[in-house]
């Protein structure tokens, strides 16, 4: 198991030199006058440095002034040490804008997932046992109009509804207009409300997948030969479901869980931006549109972290899960 | 499900069975229709296809959004970027009329008459003077009516010392005389106590200042008066012409006589109707009709407004040179009256309600939503189907070249395949849409490189699903069979090995399908993908970031969503059904 995973460590370190370079060479396709209209900008800014020095600072920063490969290794020997840079936009270290907003898009898709979980699971399982009746069509239908869902269309169908036509929900934002005013517990509870939308949102159209899944590895454990002995010898259908069943279906489920909560912290770009929540997902998508370099870099290097991880858990929670499973 | 698939299976045969037993057979020999049906696999995939309600209702969706795109685009009366116009009458101000308060001079030909000297001379009426003085020229006024007066300049010519009823005269000249005319005529002026009077046809002025009085010559300078004249194709009137109206006026005669012309004058309250020869020719009137515009007022429509305004009315019909009739409003405002021309202007027909004309109403730029639904289509469906193509051609080479040989050469493939799908695809979109944009790329280039960029992105799942059937199938005995008759390499792998991955392919394609499409509309609605002029349903969705169309014009962008929601979902069904019916054991 250490082997398997040192071995797993160093390819993803591996993986993750390339992805970075290849996401760094993206980057550059900027045209290099964008640096100095940024500069330009940046320098109009109140207290801001003169332009000059501030375009030297940015070429500096981002090893502009040498090749692709020289500059990547600027870049590289910076990340390595934990030096993302001073985002553009944001004014401030691009790690520190990170640790600010992190925890909306972590509460916001953490709520999510527990939804997701809580209907998914039961809802898949039962339209397994009735495979072909009516409840598995309703289900399969509900969960494929889940994924056939566009995030920006359900969001906005919800926003029309609730936020205009019944005006229970504010339009955007995660805080209220008299957030400041309200007592701590008040302003929890106002910050729940405005995540309310973007949840069932990112409920909607990610509900379907894990249903989907629940359903196909519920079918195939109960076609497989245990569950037969089970019924040969005359266990109750509770009991082969909750026993026997429901056991061996875990061992996807989890290892799939277990993958998806790396996800977590990447954030929801379209749901936070359509919602203007200012979590990760949000913030990243205003770097990007407004060519912030270095928070980009760093966002996109750490969504690459993300999926490694996801598929590292995925393996290990596979062997710990299932004890057939040989690692080597 | 495979239990129930093979129930379904046995189902069939105890159909065909009992199909045998209706037929009596007569010969006992055996005939097409007394041997047992076998169908070929491709046509069992198909039956078990057909059987599913889903997926057939998928299909029937899909063949729907297919017709609807690219036969309706076809048939539709409307252009993809066709802009509607409407007529819309538009209230302008058009002319404005108030009263005049002021003095107006009209200056007597080759004469000129100072703006300074303008103020002083309302001083001097309001201080009831009857001469002034600006810039070193003495004016005298005569006062013809209340509103009415000439002003003329006094060049002294004589100055008088009347001495116990004797006057002496001295020329104001050096060395000058003074006519005897000038004598006399002042000495009847001053008998009558007059201040002016005439001699050989020239107008003197008398100032009297005790003993001693001033004689000069009165040059008419100018006329001022509160009525504003206004003639006929903006022509200037002169100031003899104008005196005499305003005579004329103030007598209520019907007719003056005016630089050799006899004039018709018809008096209506505090307008004065002036005509030559039976045509209009002027208007005098103590309000003023200004153009609102730069466009000069023609005598006619001056005329209609202000008879409107006496009448009482509260619009005026004119009809103009060019034949066209426009109507005007008339409104009140204070002490002024706002004439409004009712204009009917061509405007974008923008956000027109669901009607006849346009089944689904119009978008912002007055296109028609439906047509720019079926042009949409056509992209949005086009785009799924490069991608995807580009993306099952790429997951097929690099998954069937690494699944073949095995090695290192799997090895390095898939460790391009781990590089690729850690590649963040949102984020790397929105980059490569913004470099785009930098660079300015032509609308119809973009789509291109929308197709393959969506293309180069998402096949590493299908490299590492081809690889996964080609390791298994490899091992098989008809791969060992390939090998022992010594195929080709590229024959073995495309010819024997592909066509066993093509049932996993398809299913991966079509919901493959689905998700580009939603991709496409996601980065079309953020505005990265397709651009305008062209449509796609992404960017007809686009509109409600304006949240005041998405308040008020449902029918811009709900129907765009509900024909992604429909299609992608016809595609999912359609996957899902060929899924099971390709494996009714349904391993995966």
Redesign the interface.
Known sequence: MKKFLIRRLL?SI???F??SF??YS??R???TS?VEGKARQMSQKAGAKPYDELLEQLTNSYGLEGNILQGYAKWLSNAVKGEFGDSWVWSKPVTEKFKEVIWYSFAMSGISFVFQVIIAIPLGILSARK??SRTD?AV??FA??G???????IA??L??VFS?NLGWFD?YGIVGRMHEQLPPIGQVLDMGKHLILPVVTLTVVSVGNLMRYTR?NM??VL?SDYIRTARAKGLSENKVINYHAFRNILIPIVTLLGSTIPTLF?GA??TE?LFQIPGIGYI??MS??Q?DVPF?MF??VF??IL??AGTLIADILYAIVDPRVRVN | ????NNMQDKDDQIDLNQNQSDHVSTSGTLDDEQRVKVLSPGMLVAKRFFRN??AMVGLVILVTMFLFSFVGGMLTPYGESEVFRKKDVILKDYAMMSENKDFLYTNEEGKDFPSIAGAKMILAVNNGNSTFEAKDVTYSLIKEDENLYQITQLTPVANVLTLKGKSSFTSAEEGGTVSNAVKSGYEAAVSEGADNFEADGIFYYIVKEGKQSAISIMDRTALASKKVFSAAGGAELSYDFKLNAEKAFNHQLSSFEADGNTYEMEVEESTGFISLNGEDYAIMSSYAVRPVGSEALSLQFIRAVQEAVLGDEGSVEYTGKDGSSIHYKIEMKGNEFKIRSEQKTQLNDDFASPGNTHLLGTDGHGMDVLTRLMYGGRISLMIGFVAIAIETLLGIIIGGVAGYFGKWMDTILM?IV??V????A???Y???G??MD??QIDPRVRIYLLCAILGLINWPPIARMVRGQILSFREQEFMTATEATGIRVSRRIFKHLIPNVIPNLIVIATMGL?EII?ME??LS??GIGVKFPYASW?NI?NS?ND?FV??NY?FV??PA?FL??IT??G???VG?GLRDAFDP????
């Open positions: 390819l591996v993986i993750l390339f992805v290849i996401i993206i980057e396709c900027l045209p964008y495979q072909y069509y399969t239908v494929l109009i994924i056939s869902l566009p995030t920006f269309f906005t169908l926003k029309w205009i339009l196909t079918l195939e076609n990447g770009m379209i931006t990243s998508y990007l549109t060519g980009t966002y996109m969504l690459a999926t490694l | 499900m495979g239990a129930d309600k889903l460790r781990d590089v799908i850690c590649i963040p949102m984020p790397l929105i980059i490569v913004s470099i930098y660079y689905g939603i509309a996601t609605f953020l992404g969705i409600v949240v998405m308040t449902w962008w709900i969503g992604i929601l992608v979902l595609f999912n069904f899902d054991k349904m391993k995966r």
